[in-house]
């Protein structure tokens, strides 16, 4: 058993995002993702793997594939079970942003 605290391991760039790496096993990896004011994640996907997102701290947005947004702040949980999903949060806010992403490998 490990056990740590968000508080010690959340990191912030002015230049740009940060993920901080939690967790990893053979199937699973998790990240902090820490997005500062006005930084944004580049578009990209995790294809073989099933996604959660769970915000802890501040606003982001996330542009949803029919071109629409959906707004993540905490207290939500979103699951994703095709990370074939385009996934690039921004953070068009003045406080920083925290969320907990865990990456399970679909591969036996």
Same mark, same amino acid.
């Given at each position: 058993m490990q056990i740590q605290e968000f508080s010690s391991l +959340? +990191?912030?760039? $002015?230049? +740009?995002?940060v993920h901080v790496p939690v967790y990893q096993s053979k199937r699973t990896k998790? /990240? /902090? /993702?820490?997005l500062?004011?006005?930084? *944004?994640?580049?578009p990209h996907r995790?294809?073989?793997? *099933?996604?959660t997102l769970q915000p802890l701290k501040g606003k982001a947005e996330l542009p949803l $594939?029919?071109?629409?947004?959906?707004?993540l702040e905490p207290g939500m949980f979103i699951t994703v079970e095709d990370g074939d999903f385009p996934f690039n949060p921004n953070n068009p806010f003045e406080e920083g942003f925290e969320m907990?992403?865990? /990456?399970?490998s679909t591969k036996s």
């Open positions: +959340r +990191r912030y760039d $002015p230049n +740009r995002f998790v /990240l /902090l /993702l820490c500062g004011s006005h930084q *944004e994640v580049p995790h294809p073989g793997f *099933e996604i $594939p029919d071109g629409s947004k959906s707004l907990l992403i865990h /990456l399970v």
